[in-house]
């Protein structure tokens, strides 16, 4: 075995990720005062430059290459994602400063902790091997609970971090013990290709099920899944409002990235999707409850924090209809779950860069009540935040409506779905009326109280981008699916 | 002596820990209980890898030790900022956010 240097300009986006991180852990040590704002411009440096990077491989990633004694691959789908992750990491970082001035903790660790999350997510999703897998969601969730606690004016902040932080490490080690049984029963495999070679033999160990299952338990906090799902209100509604979208949108699209993956080619025999005890049926199972769970307390929210909160869980389900899906051998069902990943990312990004704008430092307005008049008051804002919500709830012509409508098309294939469909329909239109009080307070209520947002310029370009993101996908979804179409084709 | 003895007290090692995070309301047990988890798994994964002859346990079991650590690290970060806004690190108190 030698090792091969030149195997790491593939993976030159999270190579600048992790080295701009440092960087900037380096400046801040030097940084007083004003100058900390230029840090954030050296984290959106690097997400510009890793931008670069992923474009300028996606020509060489037609066919997917392995790499380090199969531990990585280079394919379209991690490519595709990775330019989704590091997206949301330049909004982040372009949400955050104001946000952070405004509230009064603006630190370089901040701006690092984003990249390293992110370069955790673009590991996760190029990881076709148990360790590597482990390593890339440790490396993203990590960052995720500093990023959660660090607001340290805020009791809110560090509760949420210890309920995020617990659940979270929970869930590691239902996937360390988890991996183990499957290296015992595969004898001796972590690699994705050489567990699904193993399959047959492993399958006479009740051990190889129940590492299987633990596996996907571990997956399913991550994704906040129900029954899984207990700490994502509290850990979304405490955390600094612009790491909620990057949390909500990012580590979200990174374990479902890992789902789809492991369950494409590690757990893709036929002996583990079908049947009572196949993951299909439980999975399709979990994902109706999540719909439901996570719609019906919404409705309840008068948080409009919380309120997106408890509908990124239900979108979590959505989600698992497609993945459901591509188990089932529906063949557009994997590029239907990267759209809507690209799609709810950028609109998850923008309903919460909306509501980090909003508030300041005496005075966050969070409820649904606080929002009037600001239809009158900022009608750019109220727009884009009416769009965000609209795109949530599946209206056309926002990219969440296609996102639903591929998904949906592709669980119509496979005949065994049809009632999971009906569920999912019946739910988002449940869905659109929580997301439309909001924009009837912002818009037909009258405000009771002067309104004075955080401002700032950087926020004021992410809405920007996060709003013509969100109508570009909705008026050519069909490019975005290309892109994401010519993954499927193995 | 044979693998399963093994297998058995990881297991055992790992329901200990699950009870611990889910029934301990003490965020500092809470975290021993995740710490047993690991452990289990760790223990597991030797186990296995004893009786296959096969090294890539071994190594995968430093790995697990070095991200237990690093959790150790950011969980305890996380209890002392919690502890100093509330003086407690009791979980039934944490509820902020419990509507």
């Excluded at chain 1, 902040?157 to 080690?173: P, Q, R, W």
């Excluded at chain 1, 338990?217 to 129900?226: C, D, P, T």
Aim: proline share 3%; with cysteine; net charge neutral.
């Amino acid at each position: 075995m030698s090792f091969d240097a030149t195997q790491l300009f593939a993976y030159a986006p999270m190579l600048i990720l992790i080295g701009m991180g440092c960087l900037i852990l380096l400046a801040e040590t030097f940084a007083q005062g004003a100058s900390r704002a230029g840090l954030a411009w050296l984290g959106i440096a690097g997400c510009v430059g890793a931008l670069i990077a992923i474009v300028a491989g996606w020509a060489g990633a037609a066919e997917p290459t392995t790499h380090f004694q199969g531990m990585l691959v280079v394919d379209r789908m991690a490519l595709f994602l990775d330019g989704t992750f590091v997206a949301a990491a330049l909004l982040t970082l372009l949400f955050a400063p104001p946000y952070l001035r405004e509230q009064g903790f603006e630190f370089g660790e901040f701006y690092a902790m984003v990249l390293f999350a992110t370069a955790g997510m673009v590991m996760v999703i190029h990881a076709t091997h148990l360790v590597s897998l482990l390593i890339g969601i440790e490396t993203m969730s990590l960052a995720a609970y500093v990023l959660t606690g660090c607001w340290r004016r805020s009791l809110r902040s560090a509760e949420g971090a210890i309920k995020y932080f617990l659940m979270g490490a929970f869930a590691t080690g239902f996937l360390v013990y988890g991996m183990a049984m499957v290296y015992g029963t595969t004898g001796g495999e972590l690699s994705y290709a050489g567990i699904a070679s193993k399959v047959p033999q492993a399958t006479k160990s009740p051990l190889f099920y129940l590492g299987e299952y633990f596996i996907l338990v571990a997956l399913g906090f991550k994704v906040a899944a129900v029954p899984f799902h207990m700490w994502a209100p509290d850990a979304y509604e405490g955390a600094p409002t612009p790491v909620t979208g990057f949390m909500a949108a990012g580590v979200k699209a990174a374990a479902f990235g890992a789902i789809v993956r492991l369950l494409g080619s590690a757990f893709a025999s036929p002996l583990l999707v079908f049947d009572f005890t196949g993951w299909a049926s439980v999975l399709a199972v979990l994902a109706a409850a999540t719909m439901t769970l996570g719609n019906l307390a919404a409705i309840r929210q008068d948080n409009v924090k919380r309120l997106l909160a408890y509908s990124s869980i239900s979108h979590a389900g959505y989600l698992l209809i497609g993945v459901v899906a591509s188990g089932l051998g529906v063949a557009s069902a994997k590029p239907a779950v990267l759209f809507y990943l690209a799609s709810y990312t950028f609109t998850t990004l923008g309903a919460f860069g909306v509501v980090a704008w909003i508030g300041n430092r005496s005075d966050e307005r969070l409820y649904v009540d606080d929002w009037a008049g600001v239809g009158t008051a900022r009608p750019a804002v109220a727009l884009a935040m009416t769009l965000f919500l609209l795109s949530l709830g599946g209206v056309p012509p926002t990219g969440g409506f296609f996102g639903k409508f591929y998904l949906f098309r592709a669980a119509m294939e496979s005949p065994q779905l049809h009632w999971l469909v009906v569920v999912a329909v019946v739910n988002s239109m449940v869905s659109v009326y929580y997301y439309l009080r909001v924009v009837v307070s912002m818009y037909f209520r009258d405000s009771t109280r002067a309104l004075a947002p955080t401002e700032g310029a950087t926020m004021r370009l992410g809405l920007l981008l996060t709003a013509i993101a969100v109508v570009l996908l909705g008026i050519f979804p069909g490019t975005v699916v290309e892109w994401a179409g010519s993954i499927a084709l193995k | 002596m044979p693998t399963t003895y093994y297998l058995v007290l990881s297991f055992v090692l790992f329901l200990i820990g699950t009870a611990g995070v889910l029934l301990r309301r003490n965020a500092l047990i809470a975290l021993m209980g995740i710490e047993l988890q690991l452990n289990g798994g760790n223990l597991a994964m030797l186990a296995f890898s004893r009786e296959l002859g096969d090294l890539k346990g071994h190594v995968f079991a430093f790995i697990i030790i070095a991200l237990a650590a690093a959790e150790a690290a950011v969980g305890l970060a996380i209890l002392v900022a919690l502890f100093r806004g509330r003086q407690t690190v009791n979980l039934d108190e944490a509820t902020l956010m419990k509507r």
